[in-house]
């Protein structure tokens, strides 16, 4: 699929009231980009990514899920790692550069939160955060 063509992709927030987090709002803004971009960029025409904010004993819990093409376990250990593309081919295809999910990691330790992956491939993927209040 070109760039510019429509993926018809929906977007759906869900998110508890009163969360407040002392965190730089432009960096917990580049966390998001990059996983809602990837969640679109790797989805299926017509999908569906959810995004859920929640507060759980004493931390804050993030969720971006979507429907897309999943990731293998093998590549579990290393999508963080900077430059690391799963489908080098596809990746580069859409710009890619494997840059952004290293850009989170490190965005996710500068608050000694943790991150982690729940995927199958194809079966979509979930990137779960949590974040200390
Ligand atoms: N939601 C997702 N679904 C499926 N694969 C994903 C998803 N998020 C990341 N990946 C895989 O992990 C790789 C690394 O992701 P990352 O965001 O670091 O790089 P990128 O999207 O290729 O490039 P960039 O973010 O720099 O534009 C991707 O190339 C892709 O193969
Ligand atoms: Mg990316």
């Known amino acids: 699929m070109q760039p510019q063509q429509k993926k018809g992709v929906k977007l759906e927030v869900e998110a508890d ?16 980009i990059n996983l809602v971009d990837n969640a679109i960029k790797y989805n299926i025409e017509n999908g569906t990514v959810h995004i859920r904010a929640s507060k759980a004993s004493g931390k804050t819990m993030i969720s971006i899920r979507d429907t897309g093409i999943g990731i293998s376990e093998k590549h579990h250990s290393r999508i963080f790692e900077r430059f690391y593309r799963v489908d080098k081919g596809r990746s580069r295809n859409m710009g890619g550069t494997g840059l952004g999910l290293s850009i989170v990691k490190h965005i996710v330790n500068l608050y000694n939160g943790d991150i982690r992956v729940v995927s199958k491939a194809g079966q979509g993927t979930e990137f779960i955060i949590q974040l200390p209040l």
């Open 17 to 32: 009231e009163n969360i407040i987090m002392l965190v730089n709002k432009n960096r917990i803004k580049q966390m998001l």
